[in-house]
C-alpha cells in the first residue's frame, strides 16, 4: 500500500497544540557538521525506532525523480518522507516520522536528538534551498480552545516543525479542523516559511513549514462566535539563535544584515534587480528583515571580490521611488545632483526607474527637505 491510500492524520499536522507556549528549551544544534548523505543512509540510525521507515523511504525516493527547485532526489525525498502518513493501525501514537521527529524537538533532552542528525542536516538543507516565504499570513488550527496560554504582547517559542496553510478552506474541511465543536485557529504572518507543495505527498494541501525554534508574538485574541478562538500571531526574530543554520557556506543564499537592500545585494554578487526580485518573488523588497535568507538566482552564485558598496556601513541611506520620482526631483531633496545619484547606482538608468525601486543616496545627500506633491 503507497502512502496516496493513507489520509492524513489531522491531530498531528494543520490541527495539533504542538508546543506549550511557555516551553523554554535548549537551542537546536550539533546536526550542521554532519556530512550530507542518501536519504536511506540519514534513515540508517531511525530503523529501529520508526516502524517500517525503510518502506516509507523506497517509496518516498521513487516518487522523487526530476525534483523542482534545483533540489537532489534525496533532498526532495527527505520532504516528501516528512509529508508521508504512516499506516496509523498501529499502537504507536507517534507512527509517522513527522510525528516522532516533533515530539523529539519538544525533548527538554537533547541528546535524543543525535539519531536524528543527519536527517535533520538533510531536510533542512532542501528546505534552505526553497524560496522563502515573508509577509504572509498562514493558518493553523486546534480542535479545543487554546487561547488561555497565549496572552497578547507575550513571545512564544514553537520548537517543532510547524505546519501552515495558506487555504483556510483547507483548514476548515471536515478532514481538519471542521466547523463545529470548540476549536482555535492561529492566523500567523510568516517571517522565514516555505512552501513544500512541489515536494509534498499531499501537495493539494498547500502546506507550508516553519522552521523549528521559530519565535512568535501574540498580536491579538478575537472570539468571534462561542466556539470559535482565533489567536493572531507574528514571527519575529529571535533574542538568540535557536536553530543551528546549514547555509553558512552556502552560495545559493544570502542572509540578510543590517542595511541590507536587493540593490545592495546586486553590487555584491554581480546580478541585476529583476533576478533577484524574480527569484525571491514571496518577499517584500521594502520590508527585509535581520537574518532572512534571501534566494540568489543562478546568474550571481559567487560574490564579487570587490565591490563598490559596503554592506555594513551604518551611514547607509537610501530612497524609495514612488510615483512620480524622476532622479533629478530626487536630486533636488537631497541636494545632490542627477551624476552623483548615477555613480552610486550605477547599474540603473536614470530615465527608467519605478515605483518600489530602492536607490542608494551618495555620501553628499543631505536631509530631505521639500514635502512631496
Given at each position: 500500500?503507497?502512502?496516496?491510500?493513507?489520509?492524513?492524520?489531522?491531530?498531528?499536522?494543520?490541527?495539533?497544540?504542538?508546543?506549550?507556549?511557555?516551553?523554554?528549551?535548549?537551542?537546536?544544534?550539533?546536526?550542521?557538521?554532519?556530512?550530507?548523505?542518501?536519504?536511506?543512509?540519514?534513515?540508517?540510525?531511525?530503523?529501529?525506532?520508526?516502524?517500517?521507515?525503510?518502506?516509507?523511504?523506497?517509496?518516498?525516493?521513487?516518487?522523487?525523480?526530476?525534483?523542482?527547485?534545483?533540489?537532489?532526489?534525496?533532498?526532495?525525498?527527505?520532504?516528501?518522507?516528512?509529508?508521508?502518513?504512516?499506516?496509523?493501525?498501529?499502537?504507536?501514537p507517534h507512527v509517522s516520522l513527522y510525528s516522532h521527529l516533533n515530539c523529539i524537538?519538544?525533548?527538554?533532552?537533547?541528546?535524543?536528538?543525535?539519531?536524528?542528525?543527519?536527517?535533520?542536516?538533510?531536510?533542512?538543507?532542501?528546505?534552505?534551498?526553497?524560496?522563502?516565504?515573508?509577509?504572509?499570513?498562514?493558518?493553523?488550527?486546534?480542535?479545543?480552545?487554546?487561547?488561555?496560554?497565549?496572552?497578547?504582547?507575550?513571545?512564544?517559542?514553537?520548537?517543532?516543525?510547524?505546519?501552515?496553510?495558506?487555504?483556510?478552506?483547507?483548514?476548515?474541511?471536515?478532514?481538519?479542523?471542521?466547523?463545529?465543536?470548540?476549536?482555535?485557529?492561529?492566523?500567523?504572518?510568516?517571517?522565514?516559511?516555505?512552501?513544500?507543495?512541489?515536494?509534498?505527498?499531499?501537495?493539494?494541501?498547500?502546506?507550508?513549514?516553519?522552521?523549528?525554534?521559530?519565535?512568535?508574538?501574540?498580536?491579538?485574541?478575537?472570539?468571534?462566535?462561542?466556539?470559535?478562538?482565533?489567536?493572531?500571531?507574528?514571527?519575529?526574530?529571535?533574542?538568540?539563535?535557536?536553530?543551528?543554520?546549514?547555509?553558512?557556506?552556502?552560495?545559493?543564499?544570502?542572509?540578510?544584515?543590517?542595511?541590507?537592500?536587493?540593490?545592495?545585494?546586486?553590487?555584491?554578487?554581480?546580478?541585476?534587480?529583476?533576478?533577484?526580485?524574480?527569484?525571491?518573488?514571496?518577499?517584500?523588497?521594502?520590508?527585509?528583515?535581520?537574518?532572512?535568507?534571501?534566494?540568489?538566482?543562478?546568474?550571481?552564485?559567487?560574490?564579487?571580490?570587490?565591490?563598490?558598496?559596503?554592506?555594513?556601513?551604518?551611514?547607509?541611506?537610501?530612497?524609495?521611488?514612488?510615483?512620480?520620482?524622476?532622479?533629478?526631483?530626487?536630486?533636488?531633496?537631497?541636494?545632490?545632483?542627477?551624476?552623483?545619484?548615477?555613480?552610486?547606482?550605477?547599474?540603473?538608468?536614470?530615465?527608467?526607474?519605478?515605483?518600489?525601486?530602492?536607490?542608494?543616496?551618495?555620501?553628499?545627500?543631505?536631509?530631505?527637505?521639500?514635502?512631496?506633491?
Amino acid at each position: 500500500m503507497t502512502s496516496k491510500s493513507i489520509k492524513r492524520e489531522p491531530s498531528t499536522y494543520l490541527v495539533s497544540a504542538g508546543d506549550k507556549p511557555n516551553q523554554i528549551l535548549k537551542p537546536i544544534k550539533g546536526f550542521a557538521s554532519e556530512p550530507l548523505v542518501s536519504l536511506e543512509e540519514a534513515c540508517q540510525p531511525l530503523l529501529g525506532i520508526i516502524p517500517r521507515l525503510k518502506h516509507y523511504v523506497n517509496d518516498a525516493k521513487k516518487n522523487s525523480k526530476n525534483p523542482a527547485n534545483n533540489l537532489t532526489q534525496d533532498e526532495s525525498a527527505a520532504i516528501r518522507l516528512y509529508t508521508m502518513q504512516w499506516d496509523s493501525n498501529l499502537d504507536d501514537p507517534h507512527v509517522s516520522l513527522y510525528s516522532h521527529l516533533n515530539c523529539i524537538l519538544r525533548q527538554p533532552d537533547r541528546k535524543v536528538l543525535k539519531p536524528w542528525f543527519c536527517y535533520l542536516k538533510l531536510f533542512l538543507t532542501a528546505l534552505a534551498k526553497l524560496p522563502p516565504i515573508s509577509g504572509q499570513n498562514f493558518w493553523r488550527g486546534i480542535r479545543n480552545e487554546y487561547t488561555a496560554k497565549y496572552i497578547e504582547d507575550d513571545e512564544t517559542i514553537w520548537w517543532g516543525f510547524s505546519s501552515c496553510t495558506k487555504s483556510l478552506q483547507v483548514l476548515k474541511s471536515d478532514a481538519f479542523l471542521g466547523t463545529t465543536d470548540k476549536r482555535s485557529i492561529f492566523s500567523i504572518e510568516i517571517f522565514d516559511g516555505r512552501s513544500v507543495k512541489d515536494h509534498s505527498d499531499f501537495p493539494e494541501e498547500e502546506e507550508v513549514l516553519l522552521f523549528p525554534g521559530t519565535c512568535l508574538k501574540v498580536d491579538a485574541k478575537l472570539n468571534p462566535a462561542s466556539d470559535l478562538h482565533i489567536i493572531q500571531l507574528k514571527s519575529i526574530h529571535p533574542h538568540d539563535e535557536l536553530l543551528e543554520s546549514v547555509l553558512q557556506d552556502d552560495p545559493w543564499t544570502h542572509k540578510i544584515v543590517p542595511g541590507n537592500t536587493f540593490w545592495l545585494l546586486t553590487q555584491k554578487y554581480g546580478c541585476s534587480l529583476d533576478e533577484i526580485i524574480a527569484a525571491n518573488q514571496d518577499i517584500d523588497p521594502l520590508k527585509l528583515q535581520v537574518d532572512q535568507l534571501v534566494q540568489l538566482p543562478s546568474a550571481c552564485r559567487k560574490p564579487r571580490t570587490k565591490i563598490a558598496l559596503d554592506e555594513h556601513r551604518s551611514d547607509q541611506v537610501c530612497h524609495t521611488v514612488f510615483a512620480g520620482d524622476t532622479c533629478e526631483r530626487i536630486s533636488e531633496w537631497y541636494g545632490c545632483t542627477i551624476e552623483d545619484i548615477m555613480i552610486a547606482n550605477p547599474d540603473i538608468q536614470p530615465t527608467s526607474i519605478y515605483p518600489g525601486q530602492i536607490l542608494r543616496l551618495p555620501r553628499t545627500y543631505r536631509t530631505a527637505n521639500n514635502t512631496r506633491d
